[in-house]
């Protein structure tokens, strides 16, 4: 799942009349860099959820996103859709969307923002198997903390554990880079109470569920550190396109 769905209020006022994700990157709308990177790792579909100005991303990409490396064949990557907002509709903030999305996605699946230029990230099969065999409910990607984020948002322990550590911790933190792989049952525990689909369309954040999870040993998390820019201002659009 790739979250596309947010207002961009930070970068307006490049995003009052475009979605954040369609924004260019190298020539490129920023949402397809995270497609391409899946589809490179043998993805078969991803569901994009959509929110404000939403109703210009299906247009843009369609049904299928092909990717060919040379020599290689082509990739057909369906693309599913999970509209949150027609028009200048609101979105349901992190956790509602991706429990609106529940119904379209597997026992396990990835997700990352669409907004998040991390061109060398590899959503490796491997990761997924490993974090399947686990007693993990949810598995993420942390990173150094960039400029925006210098306190940093969750800690790593030695054994691979994400920790709820508070900002004044002796213990480094590190930024939550949005990607993360989670089981369906993460959103069916006790810190979930919103039924699968969210028909009432109920707005939820993911950091507190996170956090419910971490404090019961049930999220594990690995450090990145390569590339990686929250593409959040028009300074760091801009920055990039350099």
């Known amino acids: ?20 994700p ?3 990157v190298h020539g490129q709308p920023l949402l397809h860099y995270p497609l391409q990177a899946l589809a490179r790792a043998g993805v078969s ?4 959820n959509t929110g404000w100005l939403g109703d210009q991303i299906e247009p843009v990409f369609g049904t299928y ?6 020599g290689d064949a082509a990739r057909h990557m369906q693309l599913l859709y999970s509209h949150e907002g027609r028009g200048a509709g609101e979105a349901l903030e992190t956790a509602g969307g991706i429990v609106r999305a529940l ?16 061109p060398g990230f590899a959503f490796s099969a491997d990761s997924m198997a490993r974090f399947r065999a686990s007693p993990q409910l949810a598995h ?12 940093g948002d969750f800690g790593l322990s030695e054994d691979g554990l994400a920790l709820n ?3 004044n911790a002796a213990q480094a933190l590190f930024t939550f880079s949005t990607i993360a792989l989670y089981k369906r049952t993460f959103f069916d525990a006790d810190w979930c109470d919103i039924p699968a689909g969210n028909p009432e ?35 760091r659009l801009a920055q990039l396109n350099e």
Do not use: C
Request: charged residues 20%.
């Open 65 to 70: 996103f092909i990717h060919q490396d040379k």
């Open 103 to 118: 119904p379209l996605l597997d026992e396990v699946f990835w997700v990352a923002a669409g907004d998040v230029y991390v």
């Open 201 to 235: 369309g109920v707005k939820a954040p993911l950091a507190a569920m996170l956090r419910a999870a971490m404090d019961k040993e049930l999220v594990s998390a690995s450090l990145y550190e390569d590339l990686w820019v929250d593409v959040g201002t028009p300074e």
């Open 1 to 20: 799942m790739l979250l596309a769905a947010g207002r961009g209020e930070r970068m307006r006022p490049l995003t009052d009349a475009s979605p954040k």
């Open 45 to 48: 579909a991803v569901v994009i």
């Open 22 to 24: 369609l924004l260019q």
């Open 165 to 167: 550590l508070p900002r």
């Open 140 to 151: 993420i990607w942390l990173v150094p903390n960039p400029g925006h984020n210098p306190e």
